[in-house]
Protein backbone atom coordinates (compact mmCIF):
# COMPACT_ATOMS: atom_id res chain seq x y z
CA UNK A 1 0.00 0.00 0.00
CA UNK A 2 1.03 3.44 -0.98
CA UNK A 3 1.48 5.43 1.93
CA UNK A 4 2.35 9.39 2.52
CA UNK A 5 5.97 9.23 4.19
CA UNK A 6 4.89 11.61 7.45
CA UNK A 7 2.13 11.75 9.68
CA UNK A 8 1.37 14.92 10.34
CA UNK A 9 1.37 15.91 14.39
CA UNK A 10 -2.28 16.50 15.81
CA UNK A 11 -2.18 18.55 18.66
CA UNK A 12 -5.89 17.13 19.80
CA UNK A 13 -4.40 13.74 20.07
CA UNK A 14 -2.11 14.50 22.84
CA UNK A 15 -4.70 14.59 26.06
CA UNK A 16 -5.12 15.52 28.53
CA UNK A 17 -4.97 18.66 26.99
CA UNK A 18 -4.60 20.49 30.03
CA UNK A 19 -1.29 19.10 30.31
CA UNK A 20 0.03 20.54 27.16
CA UNK A 21 3.14 22.22 26.46
CA UNK A 22 4.12 24.51 23.10
CA UNK A 23 7.13 21.87 22.96
CA UNK A 24 8.63 23.70 20.27
CA UNK A 25 9.28 26.59 22.29
CA UNK A 26 10.37 24.55 25.46
CA UNK A 27 12.63 22.97 23.56
CA UNK A 28 14.77 25.71 21.59
CA UNK A 29 15.06 26.75 25.40
CA UNK A 30 16.48 23.75 26.59
CA UNK A 31 19.24 23.43 29.00
CA UNK A 32 20.62 21.03 30.92
CA UNK A 33 20.20 23.39 34.16
CA UNK A 34 16.45 23.82 33.76
CA UNK A 35 16.52 19.96 34.31
CA UNK A 36 18.74 20.24 37.56
CA UNK A 37 15.88 23.05 38.50
CA UNK A 38 13.75 20.74 38.58
CA UNK A 39 15.50 18.22 40.49
CA UNK A 40 15.73 18.06 43.96
CA UNK A 41 19.13 17.34 45.09
CA UNK A 42 20.02 15.79 48.66
CA UNK A 43 20.72 17.95 51.54
CA UNK A 44 24.06 17.55 51.31
CA UNK A 45 23.91 18.96 47.70
CA UNK A 46 24.72 15.38 46.14
CA UNK A 47 22.65 13.11 43.59
CA UNK A 48 20.41 9.84 44.08
CA UNK A 49 18.23 7.78 41.64
CA UNK A 50 16.16 6.85 44.17
CA UNK A 51 15.82 9.97 46.12
CA UNK A 52 14.56 11.92 42.85
CA UNK A 53 12.49 9.25 41.98
CA UNK A 54 10.81 8.00 45.00
CA UNK A 55 10.95 10.67 48.14
CA UNK A 56 10.13 13.77 46.13
CA UNK A 57 6.74 11.82 45.57
CA UNK A 58 6.88 9.91 49.18
CA UNK A 59 5.83 12.95 51.37
CA UNK A 60 2.14 14.58 51.74
CA UNK A 61 -0.80 13.53 49.80
CA UNK A 62 1.39 13.03 47.00
CA UNK A 63 2.59 9.87 49.11
CA UNK A 64 -0.62 7.73 48.75
CA UNK A 65 -0.58 8.18 45.06
CA UNK A 66 0.04 4.42 43.10
CA UNK A 67 3.81 4.07 42.07
CA UNK A 68 3.30 0.76 40.31
CA UNK A 69 0.62 -2.14 39.98
CA UNK A 70 1.73 -5.25 39.59
CA UNK A 71 -0.57 -7.70 37.67
CA UNK A 72 0.65 -11.39 38.39
CA UNK A 73 -0.54 -14.73 38.57
CA UNK A 74 -2.45 -14.53 41.84
CA UNK A 75 -4.00 -10.90 41.47
CA UNK A 76 -2.45 -7.42 41.66
CA UNK A 77 -0.25 -5.87 43.97
CA UNK A 78 -0.05 -1.92 44.41
CA UNK A 79 2.74 -0.25 46.09
CA UNK A 80 1.96 3.71 47.00
CA UNK A 81 5.01 6.00 46.77
CA UNK A 82 5.16 6.44 50.34
CA UNK A 83 5.13 2.33 50.59
CA UNK A 84 7.89 2.41 48.13
CA UNK A 85 9.85 5.05 50.43
CA UNK A 86 9.67 3.05 52.97
CA UNK A 87 10.24 -0.82 51.64
CA UNK A 88 13.45 1.06 50.10
CA UNK A 89 14.57 2.07 53.13
CA UNK A 90 14.37 -0.99 54.99
CA UNK A 91 16.14 -2.91 52.10
CA UNK A 92 18.90 -0.21 52.31
CA UNK A 93 19.08 -0.97 55.78
CA UNK A 94 19.54 -4.88 55.02
CA UNK A 95 22.93 -3.76 52.96
CA UNK A 96 23.70 -1.69 55.78
CA UNK A 97 23.67 -4.09 58.38
CA UNK A 98 24.73 -7.00 56.10
CA UNK A 99 28.22 -4.67 56.04
CA UNK A 100 27.47 -4.13 51.99
CA UNK A 101 28.95 -1.07 50.98
CA UNK A 102 28.96 2.23 48.56
CA UNK A 103 29.95 0.63 45.40
CA UNK A 104 29.89 -2.64 45.99
CA UNK A 105 27.70 -4.92 43.54
CA UNK A 106 24.17 -6.26 44.14
CA UNK A 107 22.46 -8.56 41.89
CA UNK A 108 18.95 -9.53 41.23
CA UNK A 109 17.63 -12.33 39.52
CA UNK A 110 13.44 -12.58 39.87
CA UNK A 111 10.40 -12.11 37.53
CA UNK A 112 8.95 -8.57 37.64
CA UNK A 113 7.58 -8.95 41.01
CA UNK A 114 7.14 -5.49 43.44
CA UNK A 115 10.40 -6.75 45.54
CA UNK A 116 12.76 -6.67 42.22
CA UNK A 117 12.15 -2.99 42.48
CA UNK A 118 12.33 -2.39 45.75
CA UNK A 119 15.72 -3.67 45.56
CA UNK A 120 16.61 -2.01 43.19
CA UNK A 121 15.57 1.75 44.40
CA UNK A 122 16.54 0.56 47.91
CA UNK A 123 20.54 -0.29 46.68
CA UNK A 124 20.37 3.03 45.08
CA UNK A 125 19.75 4.19 48.36
CA UNK A 126 22.38 2.57 49.61
CA UNK A 127 24.81 3.75 47.15
CA UNK A 128 26.04 0.13 46.50
CA UNK A 129 25.22 -0.82 42.37
CA UNK A 130 22.79 -2.79 41.16
CA UNK A 131 22.66 -5.05 38.43
CA UNK A 132 19.27 -6.43 37.61
CA UNK A 133 19.64 -9.98 35.48
CA UNK A 134 16.91 -11.72 33.21
CA UNK A 135 15.11 -14.60 35.30
CA UNK A 136 14.87 -16.55 32.21
CA UNK A 137 18.24 -16.46 32.33
CA UNK A 138 20.05 -19.89 32.60
CA UNK A 139 22.95 -20.95 35.25
CA UNK A 140 25.92 -20.27 32.78
CA UNK A 141 24.74 -16.48 31.92
CA UNK A 142 24.20 -16.16 35.19
CA UNK A 143 27.72 -17.11 36.45
CA UNK A 144 29.47 -15.14 33.88
CA UNK A 145 27.94 -12.13 34.77
CA UNK A 146 28.15 -12.46 38.68
CA UNK A 147 31.70 -13.23 38.06
CA UNK A 148 32.10 -10.05 36.12
CA UNK A 149 30.51 -7.68 37.97
CA UNK A 150 31.85 -9.20 41.30
CA UNK A 151 28.46 -9.79 43.15
CA UNK A 152 28.44 -9.47 46.51
CA UNK A 153 24.71 -9.69 47.22
CA UNK A 154 21.99 -11.60 45.32
CA UNK A 155 18.04 -11.35 45.60
CA UNK A 156 15.95 -14.41 43.84
CA UNK A 157 13.63 -16.48 44.77
CA UNK A 158 14.07 -20.16 46.63
CA UNK A 159 13.19 -21.61 42.72
CA UNK A 160 15.56 -19.58 40.87
CA UNK A 161 18.19 -20.27 43.47
CA UNK A 162 17.46 -24.03 44.18
CA UNK A 163 17.38 -24.28 39.88
CA UNK A 164 20.07 -21.96 38.84
CA UNK A 165 22.36 -20.89 41.62
CA UNK A 166 23.16 -23.28 44.36
CA UNK A 167 25.32 -25.46 41.84
CA UNK A 168 27.36 -22.50 41.07
CA UNK A 169 28.31 -21.16 44.99
CA UNK A 170 31.34 -22.78 44.53
CA UNK A 171 32.55 -20.09 41.81
CA UNK A 172 31.54 -17.38 43.32
CA UNK A 173 33.11 -17.09 46.29
CA UNK A 174 32.58 -12.95 46.48
CA UNK A 175 29.12 -13.99 46.65
CA UNK A 176 28.32 -13.41 50.49
CA UNK A 177 24.92 -12.84 51.14
CA UNK A 178 21.77 -14.37 49.16
CA UNK A 179 18.22 -12.73 49.85
CA UNK A 180 15.15 -15.39 48.74
CA UNK A 181 11.89 -13.87 48.08
CA UNK A 182 9.06 -15.88 48.65
CA UNK A 183 5.61 -15.73 46.45
CA UNK A 184 2.77 -14.74 48.86
CA UNK A 185 1.56 -17.24 50.76
CA UNK A 186 4.73 -20.19 49.95
CA UNK A 187 6.27 -21.45 52.91
CA UNK A 188 9.42 -21.10 54.12
CA UNK A 189 12.70 -23.37 53.71
CA UNK A 190 15.87 -23.75 55.22
CA UNK A 191 18.32 -23.64 52.18
CA UNK A 192 21.62 -23.29 53.88
CA UNK A 193 23.59 -20.08 52.61
CA UNK A 194 20.51 -17.82 51.97
CA UNK A 195 18.42 -15.46 54.31
CA UNK A 196 14.56 -14.68 53.87
CA UNK A 197 13.75 -12.23 52.30
CA UNK A 198 10.50 -10.97 54.52
CA UNK A 199 12.57 -11.93 57.83
CA UNK A 200 15.14 -9.58 56.71
CA UNK A 201 12.41 -6.72 55.55
CA UNK A 202 11.13 -7.05 58.96
CA UNK A 203 13.90 -6.53 61.02
CA UNK A 204 15.09 -3.07 59.61
CA UNK A 205 14.27 0.35 60.10
CA UNK A 206 11.40 1.86 57.73
CA UNK A 207 14.01 5.40 58.19
CA UNK A 208 17.38 6.10 57.03
CA UNK A 209 19.54 8.25 55.49
CA UNK A 210 20.50 8.19 51.58
CA UNK A 211 24.12 7.52 50.81
CA UNK A 212 25.98 10.86 49.84
CA UNK A 213 26.00 10.04 46.36
CA UNK A 214 27.28 12.67 43.78
CA UNK A 215 25.75 12.43 40.08
CA UNK A 216 29.59 10.75 39.19
CA UNK A 217 28.94 7.52 41.35
CA UNK A 218 27.81 4.15 39.64
CA UNK A 219 24.30 3.20 40.44
CA UNK A 220 23.35 0.52 38.12
CA UNK A 221 25.11 -2.23 35.79
CA UNK A 222 23.70 -3.33 32.80
CA UNK A 223 24.67 -5.57 30.23
CA UNK A 224 24.24 -5.30 26.33
CA UNK A 225 21.90 -7.65 24.77
CA UNK A 226 24.81 -9.42 22.70
CA UNK A 227 23.49 -8.88 19.44
CA UNK A 228 26.71 -8.37 17.74
CA UNK A 229 28.83 -10.27 20.53
CA UNK A 230 29.70 -11.00 23.81
CA UNK A 231 27.25 -8.82 26.59
CA UNK A 232 29.33 -5.76 27.51
CA UNK A 233 29.12 -4.84 31.20
CA UNK A 234 28.56 -0.91 31.31
CA UNK A 235 28.06 1.14 34.15
CA UNK A 236 25.77 4.00 34.81
CA UNK A 237 25.80 6.87 37.13
CA UNK A 238 23.28 8.56 39.38
CA UNK A 239 23.51 11.31 37.09
CA UNK A 240 21.86 9.74 34.57
CA UNK A 241 18.38 10.98 36.40
CA UNK A 242 18.38 14.47 34.14
CA UNK A 243 18.38 12.18 30.90
CA UNK A 244 15.70 9.87 32.31
CA UNK A 245 13.57 13.16 34.02
CA UNK A 246 14.08 14.64 30.13
CA UNK A 247 13.14 12.18 28.40
CA UNK A 248 10.40 11.30 30.32
CA UNK A 249 9.07 14.70 29.35
CA UNK A 250 9.84 15.08 25.60
CA UNK A 251 10.18 11.63 24.20
CA UNK A 252 7.17 9.43 26.53
CA UNK A 253 5.13 12.94 27.28
CA UNK A 254 4.34 11.77 31.04
CA UNK A 255 2.74 13.73 33.43
CA UNK A 256 1.43 13.27 36.51
CA UNK A 257 -1.92 11.48 36.92
CA UNK A 258 -0.52 9.19 33.18
CA UNK A 259 -1.36 5.30 33.98
CA UNK A 260 2.15 3.87 32.12
CA UNK A 261 2.94 0.54 30.82
CA UNK A 262 6.39 -0.03 29.71
CA UNK A 263 6.80 -4.02 28.93
CA UNK A 264 10.85 -4.24 28.97
CA UNK A 265 12.21 -6.79 31.68
CA UNK A 266 14.80 -4.58 33.93
CA UNK A 267 17.03 -7.30 32.34
CA UNK A 268 17.49 -5.24 29.98
CA UNK A 269 18.41 -1.05 30.68
CA UNK A 270 14.94 -0.14 29.07
CA UNK A 271 13.43 -1.86 31.52
CA UNK A 272 15.26 0.02 34.38
CA UNK A 273 15.72 3.46 32.95
CA UNK A 274 11.78 3.51 31.14
CA UNK A 275 10.04 0.89 33.58
CA UNK A 276 11.78 1.94 36.89
CA UNK A 277 13.40 5.55 37.11
CA UNK A 278 11.58 7.90 34.76
CA UNK A 279 8.13 7.56 35.55
CA UNK A 280 8.50 7.14 38.89
CA UNK A 281 11.33 10.82 37.89
CA UNK A 282 7.91 12.11 36.67
CA UNK A 283 5.47 10.88 39.41
CA UNK A 284 3.13 8.37 37.31
CA UNK A 285 1.80 5.21 37.78
CA UNK A 286 3.48 2.27 36.34
CA UNK A 287 1.51 -1.44 35.32
CA UNK A 288 3.63 -4.00 35.67
CA UNK A 289 2.80 -7.47 33.48
CA UNK A 290 4.50 -10.64 35.47
CA UNK A 291 3.53 -12.50 33.05
CA UNK A 292 5.19 -13.09 29.55
CA UNK A 293 3.59 -12.29 25.80
CA UNK A 294 -0.04 -12.83 25.04
CA UNK A 295 -1.63 -10.86 22.48
CA UNK A 296 -5.20 -10.79 24.23
CA UNK A 297 -4.21 -10.75 27.54
CA UNK A 298 -1.96 -7.18 26.12
CA UNK A 299 -4.68 -5.60 24.45
CA UNK A 300 -7.14 -6.45 27.52
CA UNK A 301 -4.31 -4.44 29.92
CA UNK A 302 -4.30 -1.46 28.09
CA UNK A 303 -8.28 -1.34 28.09
CA UNK A 304 -8.70 -2.47 31.25
CA UNK A 305 -6.17 -0.21 33.03
CA UNK A 306 -6.47 2.35 31.11
CA UNK A 307 -3.19 3.20 29.67
CA UNK A 308 -2.49 6.72 28.56
CA UNK A 309 1.09 6.06 27.48
CA UNK A 310 2.52 3.38 26.39
CA UNK A 311 6.29 2.19 25.63
CA UNK A 312 7.20 -1.26 23.83
CA UNK A 313 9.39 -2.62 21.43
CA UNK A 314 9.48 -3.55 17.35
CA UNK A 315 9.28 -7.42 18.46
CA UNK A 316 6.15 -6.88 20.43
CA UNK A 317 4.21 -4.99 17.99
CA UNK A 318 5.03 -7.57 14.67
CA UNK A 319 3.57 -10.34 17.06
CA UNK A 320 0.18 -8.10 17.73
CA UNK A 321 0.50 -7.78 14.09
CA UNK A 322 0.77 -11.31 13.73
CA UNK A 323 -2.49 -12.12 15.59
CA UNK A 324 -4.37 -10.04 13.38
CA UNK A 325 -6.25 -6.61 13.72
CA UNK A 326 -9.46 -8.63 14.72
CA UNK A 327 -8.34 -9.37 18.02
CA UNK A 328 -7.27 -5.78 18.70
CA UNK A 329 -10.82 -4.48 17.84
CA UNK A 330 -12.42 -6.52 20.36
CA UNK A 331 -11.03 -4.01 22.82
CA UNK A 332 -10.83 -0.21 22.93
CA UNK A 333 -8.48 2.41 24.33
CA UNK A 334 -9.99 5.29 24.72
CA UNK A 335 -7.48 6.23 27.14
CA UNK A 336 -4.19 5.90 25.28
CA UNK A 337 -2.46 8.74 23.82
CA UNK A 338 1.34 8.05 23.13
CA UNK A 339 2.64 5.10 22.36
CA UNK A 340 6.32 4.72 21.95
CA UNK A 341 9.14 1.81 20.72
CA UNK A 342 12.41 1.21 21.12
CA UNK A 343 15.02 -1.59 20.28
CA UNK A 344 15.25 -2.36 16.73
CA UNK A 345 14.17 -0.77 13.86
CA UNK A 346 10.43 0.14 13.53
CA UNK A 347 9.23 -0.95 10.07
CA UNK A 348 7.00 1.83 8.58
CA UNK A 349 4.49 -0.87 8.43
CA UNK A 350 4.12 -1.04 12.47
CA UNK A 351 4.00 2.79 12.72
CA UNK A 352 0.66 2.76 10.92
CA UNK A 353 -0.27 -0.54 12.28
CA UNK A 354 -0.47 1.67 15.72
CA UNK A 355 -2.07 4.38 13.74
CA UNK A 356 -4.69 2.29 12.18
CA UNK A 357 -5.66 -0.09 15.01
CA UNK A 358 -4.16 1.58 17.94
CA UNK A 359 -5.35 4.87 16.49
CA UNK A 360 -2.19 6.44 17.54
CA UNK A 361 0.44 6.01 15.44
CA UNK A 362 3.70 4.90 17.45
CA UNK A 363 7.01 6.69 17.80
CA UNK A 364 10.23 4.98 17.38
CA UNK A 365 13.21 6.21 19.76
CA UNK A 366 16.94 5.03 19.23
CA UNK A 367 19.01 4.73 21.93
CA UNK A 368 21.56 1.86 23.72
CA UNK A 369 22.48 0.47 26.82
CA UNK A 370 25.34 2.33 26.60
CA UNK A 371 23.31 5.81 26.14
CA UNK A 372 21.08 5.49 28.86
CA UNK A 373 18.21 6.92 27.69
CA UNK A 374 16.65 7.78 24.83
CA UNK A 375 18.53 10.20 22.13
CA UNK A 376 16.87 10.07 19.16
CA UNK A 377 13.09 9.94 18.94
CA UNK A 378 10.20 10.81 16.84
CA UNK A 379 8.29 13.11 20.04
CA UNK A 380 5.03 13.98 21.13
CA UNK A 381 4.10 17.42 19.58
CA UNK A 382 6.13 17.13 16.23
CA UNK A 383 5.45 15.32 12.90
CA UNK A 384 6.26 11.31 12.38
CA UNK A 385 8.46 10.30 9.31
CA UNK A 386 7.54 6.68 9.48
CA UNK A 387 11.18 4.12 9.33
CA UNK A 388 12.48 7.41 10.79
CA UNK A 389 14.28 7.23 14.56
CA UNK A 390 13.33 11.02 14.77
CA UNK A 391 15.58 13.87 15.71
CA UNK A 392 17.84 14.12 18.55
CA UNK A 393 16.17 15.10 21.81
CA UNK A 394 16.71 18.54 23.98
CA UNK A 395 20.28 18.48 25.12
CA UNK A 396 22.04 15.57 22.70
CA UNK A 397 23.94 16.18 19.89
CA UNK A 398 23.97 13.91 17.11
CA UNK A 399 25.82 13.44 13.90
CA UNK A 400 27.11 11.22 10.96
CA UNK A 401 30.60 10.41 10.43
CA UNK A 402 32.87 8.83 7.92
CA UNK A 403 36.10 8.05 7.65
CA UNK A 404 38.79 8.94 5.01
CA UNK A 405 41.04 6.92 3.36
CA UNK A 406 43.48 7.68 6.29
CA UNK A 407 41.09 5.66 9.01
CA UNK A 408 40.30 10.03 9.97
CA UNK A 409 36.59 10.66 11.48
CA UNK A 410 34.76 13.23 9.23
CA UNK A 411 31.57 15.22 10.52
CA UNK A 412 29.20 14.41 7.45
CA UNK A 413 27.70 18.05 6.23
CA UNK A 414 25.86 16.94 3.43
CA UNK A 415 22.26 15.51 4.31
CA UNK A 416 21.36 12.10 3.82
CA UNK A 417 24.90 10.88 3.67
CA UNK A 418 25.12 7.50 4.95
CA UNK A 419 27.65 7.03 8.22
CA UNK A 420 28.34 5.89 11.51
CA UNK A 421 25.90 7.57 13.48
CA UNK A 422 27.97 9.59 16.38
CA UNK A 423 27.11 11.16 19.44
CA UNK A 424 28.66 14.42 21.38
CA UNK A 425 30.06 12.72 24.46
CA UNK A 426 28.81 14.66 28.13
CA UNK A 427 24.93 14.03 27.99
CA UNK A 428 24.02 12.69 31.74
CA UNK A 429 23.64 9.15 31.18
CA UNK A 430 26.56 8.35 29.11
CA UNK A 431 28.08 5.18 30.61
CA UNK A 432 31.24 5.44 32.21
CA UNK A 433 33.16 1.82 31.33
CA UNK A 434 32.57 -1.35 30.26
CA UNK A 435 33.36 -4.03 33.13
CA UNK A 436 37.05 -4.74 32.97
CA UNK A 437 37.20 -3.53 29.59
CA UNK A 438 39.30 -0.53 29.10
CA UNK A 439 40.29 -0.73 26.08
CA UNK A 440 37.23 -1.35 24.33
CA UNK A 441 35.28 2.02 26.46
CA UNK A 442 37.95 4.21 25.06
CA UNK A 443 38.29 3.04 21.50
CA UNK A 444 34.47 4.19 21.45
CA UNK A 445 35.53 7.85 21.52
CA UNK A 446 37.26 10.15 18.92
CA UNK A 447 37.65 13.11 20.56
CA UNK A 448 34.45 14.60 21.87
CA UNK A 449 32.96 12.04 19.93
CA UNK A 450 30.95 8.46 20.60
CA UNK A 451 30.93 6.56 17.64
CA UNK A 452 27.37 4.45 18.37
CA UNK A 453 28.23 1.78 15.73
CA UNK A 454 25.18 1.75 13.98
CA UNK A 455 24.86 3.38 10.56
CA UNK A 456 21.91 6.11 9.86
CA UNK A 457 21.73 8.90 7.62
CA UNK A 458 20.19 12.45 8.68
CA UNK A 459 17.55 14.07 6.23
CA UNK A 460 16.97 17.33 5.29
CA UNK A 461 14.60 18.02 7.75
CA UNK A 462 16.85 16.49 10.76
CA UNK A 463 15.50 12.88 11.22
CA UNK A 464 17.64 10.15 11.21
CA UNK A 465 17.42 6.95 9.35
CA UNK A 466 18.86 3.51 10.45
CA UNK A 467 20.29 1.77 7.61
CA UNK A 468 21.78 -1.40 10.09
CA UNK A 469 24.51 -2.20 12.15
CA UNK A 470 27.78 -1.74 10.83
CA UNK A 471 28.37 -5.39 11.63
CA UNK A 472 25.06 -6.18 9.45
CA UNK A 473 25.53 -4.15 6.36
CA UNK A 474 25.39 -6.06 3.49
CA UNK A 475 28.21 -5.43 0.48
CA UNK A 476 26.65 -6.73 -2.63
CA UNK A 477 27.86 -5.45 -6.58
CA UNK A 478 29.61 -2.49 -5.03
CA UNK A 479 26.05 -1.21 -3.36
CA UNK A 480 26.20 -0.81 0.87
CA UNK A 481 23.01 -2.46 1.67
CA UNK A 482 21.41 -2.16 4.95
CA UNK A 483 19.21 -5.16 6.29
CA UNK A 484 16.57 -3.12 7.67
CA UNK A 485 15.21 -1.36 4.34
CA UNK A 486 14.97 -4.89 2.69
CA UNK A 487 13.24 -6.23 5.53
CA UNK A 488 10.82 -3.07 5.87
CA UNK A 489 9.90 -4.04 2.10
CA UNK A 490 9.56 -7.23 2.75
CA UNK A 491 6.69 -6.72 6.10
CA UNK A 492 4.87 -4.69 3.55
CA UNK A 493 3.34 -7.90 2.20
CA UNK A 494 0.46 -9.73 4.10
CA UNK A 495 1.79 -12.95 4.95
CA UNK A 496 5.02 -11.64 6.04
CA UNK A 497 5.22 -11.88 10.21
CA UNK A 498 9.04 -11.43 10.53
CA UNK A 499 12.05 -10.67 8.33
CA UNK A 500 15.71 -10.88 9.03
CA UNK A 501 18.63 -10.52 5.77
CA UNK A 502 21.68 -11.02 6.06
CA UNK A 503 24.53 -10.92 3.20
CA UNK A 504 25.93 -14.57 2.17
CA UNK A 505 29.36 -14.57 0.24
CA UNK A 506 29.10 -14.67 -3.24
CA UNK A 507 31.95 -15.34 -5.74
CA UNK A 508 30.21 -12.68 -8.43
CA UNK A 509 28.69 -10.41 -6.29
CA UNK A 510 30.49 -10.09 -2.70
CA UNK A 511 28.04 -10.55 -0.71
CA UNK A 512 24.36 -11.67 -2.27
CA UNK A 513 21.27 -10.93 0.34
CA UNK A 514 19.48 -13.33 1.55
CA UNK A 515 16.37 -13.38 3.98
CA UNK A 516 14.82 -15.48 6.75
CA UNK A 517 11.23 -15.24 6.91
CA UNK A 518 8.41 -16.06 9.22
CA UNK A 519 5.05 -15.95 8.40
CA UNK A 520 1.43 -15.11 9.43
CA UNK A 521 -1.29 -18.08 10.65
CA UNK A 522 -2.80 -19.30 7.77
CA UNK A 523 0.07 -18.68 5.27
CA UNK A 524 2.15 -21.58 4.19
CA UNK A 525 5.98 -21.35 2.94
CA UNK A 526 5.74 -22.58 -0.50
CA UNK A 527 7.57 -22.37 -3.47
CA UNK A 528 4.79 -20.71 -4.91
CA UNK A 529 4.78 -18.16 -2.10
CA UNK A 530 8.74 -17.97 -2.08
CA UNK A 531 8.52 -16.68 -5.89
CA UNK A 532 5.95 -13.77 -4.70
CA UNK A 533 8.03 -13.13 -2.11
CA UNK A 534 10.87 -12.97 -4.00
CA UNK A 535 8.86 -10.47 -7.29
CA UNK A 536 7.41 -8.88 -4.24
CA UNK A 537 10.64 -7.68 -2.97
CA UNK A 538 12.26 -6.79 -6.97
CA UNK A 539 9.55 -4.57 -7.57
CA UNK A 540 9.86 -2.79 -4.36
CA UNK A 541 13.47 -1.88 -4.24
CA UNK A 542 15.15 -2.93 -7.83
CA UNK A 543 17.43 -6.05 -8.25
CA UNK A 544 20.44 -4.82 -7.09
CA UNK A 545 18.73 -4.65 -3.11
CA UNK A 546 16.20 -7.03 -3.38
CA UNK A 547 16.84 -10.96 -2.15
CA UNK A 548 18.03 -13.40 -4.18
CA UNK A 549 16.91 -16.36 -1.47
CA UNK A 550 14.69 -16.48 0.89
CA UNK A 551 13.88 -19.33 3.68
CA UNK A 552 11.01 -19.61 5.82
CA UNK A 553 11.63 -20.10 9.13
CA UNK A 554 8.76 -20.89 12.26
CA UNK A 555 10.40 -18.52 13.92
CA UNK A 556 13.76 -16.27 13.87
CA UNK A 557 16.44 -16.26 16.60
CA UNK A 558 16.16 -13.47 18.68
CA UNK A 559 17.38 -11.50 22.10
CA UNK A 560 15.84 -11.69 25.20
CA UNK A 561 15.46 -7.99 24.64
CA UNK A 562 13.62 -8.56 21.18
CA UNK A 563 16.16 -8.53 18.61
CA UNK A 564 16.50 -10.97 15.60
CA UNK A 565 20.20 -11.97 15.55
CA UNK A 566 21.17 -11.59 12.43
CA UNK A 567 24.42 -12.53 13.37
CA UNK A 568 22.95 -16.16 14.19
CA UNK A 569 21.04 -16.88 10.96
CA UNK A 570 24.54 -15.98 8.96
CA UNK A 571 26.49 -18.65 11.30
CA UNK A 572 23.83 -20.86 10.75
CA UNK A 573 23.46 -20.39 7.17
CA UNK A 574 27.28 -20.95 6.59
CA UNK A 575 28.15 -23.83 9.32
CA UNK A 576 30.50 -21.44 11.12
CA UNK A 577 30.25 -21.41 15.18
CA UNK A 578 27.38 -19.34 16.65
CA UNK A 579 29.23 -17.56 19.21
CA UNK A 580 27.92 -16.54 22.45
CA UNK A 581 23.90 -17.41 22.85
CA UNK A 582 23.48 -16.15 26.25
CA UNK A 583 20.99 -14.13 25.71
CA UNK A 584 19.64 -15.92 22.87
CA UNK A 585 15.75 -16.76 23.65
CA UNK A 586 14.65 -20.08 24.34
CA UNK A 587 13.62 -21.86 21.70
CA UNK A 588 14.77 -19.73 18.87
P1 LIG B 1 25.43 -5.71 21.80
O1 LIG B 1 25.96 -4.33 21.99
O2 LIG B 1 25.77 -6.62 22.94
O3 LIG B 1 25.73 -6.29 20.48
P2 LIG B 1 22.86 -4.49 21.44
O4 LIG B 1 23.61 -3.41 20.75
O5 LIG B 1 21.67 -5.05 20.72
O6 LIG B 1 23.82 -5.67 21.85
P3 LIG B 1 21.43 -2.81 23.24
O7 LIG B 1 22.23 -1.77 23.89
O8 LIG B 1 20.31 -3.42 24.01
O9 LIG B 1 22.38 -3.99 22.85
O10 LIG B 1 20.78 -2.27 21.91
C1 LIG B 1 21.18 -1.09 21.27
C2 LIG B 1 21.10 -1.27 19.77
O11 LIG B 1 19.77 -1.60 19.37
C3 LIG B 1 21.42 -0.05 18.99
O12 LIG B 1 22.82 0.14 18.84
C4 LIG B 1 20.74 -0.32 17.65
O13 LIG B 1 21.52 -1.16 16.82
C5 LIG B 1 19.49 -1.08 18.09
N1 LIG B 1 18.35 -0.14 18.19
C6 LIG B 1 17.78 0.34 19.30
N2 LIG B 1 16.74 1.14 19.00
C7 LIG B 1 16.67 1.20 17.66
C8 LIG B 1 15.82 1.88 16.73
N3 LIG B 1 14.82 2.64 17.13
N4 LIG B 1 16.07 1.71 15.42
C9 LIG B 1 17.09 0.93 15.01
N5 LIG B 1 17.91 0.27 15.83
C10 LIG B 1 17.71 0.39 17.14
MG1 LIG C 1 25.42 -2.55 21.16
Wanted: proline share 6%; with cysteine.
Amino acid sequence: MDRPGIIKHRAAALRPAPNWTDYGAERAAFSWNSVRAALDYLPCGGLNIAHEAVERHARGEQGDRLAFRFLGEQGQRELTYAQLSYATNRFANVLASLGVGRGERVFVLAGRMPELYVAVLGSMKRGTVVCPLFSAFGPEPIATRMTLGDARVLVTTPALYRRKVEALRERLPGLRHVLLVRAPGEARQDIPGTLDWEEAMAGASELFEIAPTSADDYALLHFTSGTTGTPKGALHVHGAALTHWMTGKYALDLHPGDIYWCTADPGWVTGTSYGIIAPLLHGVTSIIDEAEFDAGRWYRILQEQAVTVWYTAPTAIRMLMRAGPELARQFSYPALRMVASVGEPLNPEAVWWGEEVLGHPIHDNWWQTETGGIMIANTPGFDIKPGSMGRPLPGIDACIVTRGADGAVHVASEPDTVGELALKRGWPSMWRGYLNEDARYRKCFDGELYLTGDLARRDADGYYWFVGRSDDVIKSSGHLIGPFEVESALLEHPAVAEAGVIGKPDPTVGEMIKAFLSLKPGYEGTPALRMELLGHARKRLGAAVAPKEIDFLAALPRTRSGKILRRLLKARELGLPEGDTSTLEAGA
